[in-house]
């Protein structure tokens, strides 16, 4: 297993633009996170899902972002119709869910989205 | 509101001192505390954490620090390398029992000198 995957690692696209991002996790973690982080501040909590269930999302998750895990396994985040506040690393990560071991996750490196 | 937050936003030490970081939290719901490292171009790397029934924690070269009294949390890292140059997060749970769902603080970059 080589960790948590994501991709595209660097994503620039033009503002209105639809991106979408992949995420791969630990095979064994039933739980999939996505963050965002932006420059010089620390990660933000996006959604979460146990299994292919979405449980939570932020309130920073407006209605033009989607989050997906219809196998319980790979995950997409999309962004449809992008603007330049959009532009940020958006970070996966896993965990495996069991008791106190739910809050170690496990983070990719990140997909940078940069939105001209 | 909730803030975890770091008093310093970057600490240079030298090669071989020990490192302290230091981070303030406002939730006192939260009871379940843990430090990343990130370095540059990477997600974030878990260090350590502690539970809140707990007052010291101790790993490898690390050792997390809970003062539950004034919501202070802190990392100490001994014998400093290199390789301990980063961006270190701390995060809370913000009551939030076993969700993984985290409160990051901003984060503090260490810079180790040779």
């Known amino acids: 297993d080589t960790g948590v995957s994501q991709d595209p690692r660097h994503k620039i696209t033009k503002r209105g633009q639809n991106v979408t991002f992949r995420c791969d996790p630990i095979s064994e973690h039933n739980r999939l996170y996505w963050y965002r982080q932006t420059l010089g501040q620390g990660p933000e909590f996006l959604t979460y899902?146990?299994?292919?269930?979405?449980?939570?999302k932020s309130r920073l998750l407006s209605d033009r972002f989607s989050a997906e895990r219809p196998k319980g396994s790979f995950s997409t985040l999309e962004i449809q119709r992008t603007e330049q506040g959009d532009s940020a690393m958006y970070l996966c990560?896993?965990?495996?869910?069991?008791?106190?071991?739910?809050?170690?996750?496990?983070f990719g490196a990140g997909s940078r989205l940069t939105v001209l | 509101g909730e803030s975890v937050g770091l008093h310093l936003p970057t600490l240079s030490v030298q090669e071989g001192d020990n490192s302290i970081i230091n981070c303030a939290y406002s939730n006192s719901a939260s009871d379940y505390f843990i430090w990343y490292k990130q370095e540059s171009g990477k997600g974030p790397q878990f260090i350590i954490d502690?539970?809140?029934?707990?007052d010291k924690r101790q790993g490898q070269r690390v050792t997390v620090l809970l003062n539950k009294t004034v919501k202070h949390l802190s990392l100490q890292i001994a014998a400093t390398q290199p390789g301990d140059s980063a961006v270190y997060f701390c995060?809370?749970?913000?009551?939030?029992?076993?969700?993984?769902?985290?409160?990051f603080g901003q984060g503090t970059t260490l810079q180790v000198k040779p």
């Open positions: 995060a809370e749970n913000g009551g939030s029992s076993n969700t993984g769902k985290l409160i």
């Open positions: 899902f146990q299994n292919e269930a979405q449980l939570e």
């Open positions: 990560a896993s965990s495996s869910g069991t008791g106190s071991w739910a809050n170690v996750l496990t």
């Open positions: 502690i539970r809140s029934n707990m």
